[in-house]
């Protein structure tokens, strides 16, 4: 959308349209609400006299310090077109790039979660069915395996509880 949004601004401008009127016409081809509401809002804001690289910083969350100082820049040279292209550009490569990140973390993401999956299994199904034996046969185990199958037995009884910790951790690192 802030690629669409940066295109059609340069493209706007080249035409030699009004700023304003550049950012209504905008904001009604943006799908996303917020996006629109934010090109309102900056074309608002010129209205009132503010600068467009101002009015940009009013949304920071929208968009980052480099874009603005670059459209300060582009206000300041004359050259806002040639800006928009080379943000348009940017963000384009930068959407690029976090598409390939997102794609080369889920292969580690999937077998993680396969291998976290066979662990428990292994924890829940197999530990103690190896450790009734052992117990059965009256030996006594290596400290390290006595603390394997007693935490097997704790995910045996304790599951509900561990899986809601999984979940609020999966959570926690979703909002990370």
Do not use: C
């Not at 910083?57 to 300060?72: C, K, L, R, Y």
């Not at 993401?109 to 999956?117: A, E, N, P």
């Amino acid at each position: 959308e802030k690629m669409t949004f940066f295109q059609l601004l340069s493209v706007t401008l080249n035409a030699g349209v009004p700023i304003t009127k550049a950012l209504r016409t905008i904001a009604d081809e943006i799908k996303n609400v917020r996006l629109r509401k934010v090109t309102l809002g900056i074309a608002s804001r010129i209205e009132k006299g503010k600068k467009l690289s101002s009015a940009m910083e009013d949304f920071p969350n929208i968009f980052n310090a480099s874009q603005t100082g670059m459209v300060h820049a582009g206000e300041v040279s004359g050259k806002l077109n040639e800006i928009f292209e080379k943000i348009n550009h940017e963000t384009e490569k930068n959407t690029k790039l976090a598409s390939q990140l997102k794609g080369a973390m889920i292969y580690p993401i999937v077998v993680l979660s396969i291998l976290g999956i066979v662990i428990s299994l292994m924890m829940v199904i197999v530990i103690p069915k190896i450790g009734k034996v052992f117990t059965d046969a009256g030996l006594e185990l290596p400290p390290i395996t006595q603390g394997l199958i007693n935490f097997s037995a704790f995910m045996q009884s304790n599951w509900m509880i561990l899986l809601v910790v999984l979940a609020a951790v999966i959570f926690g690192l979703k909002v990370f």
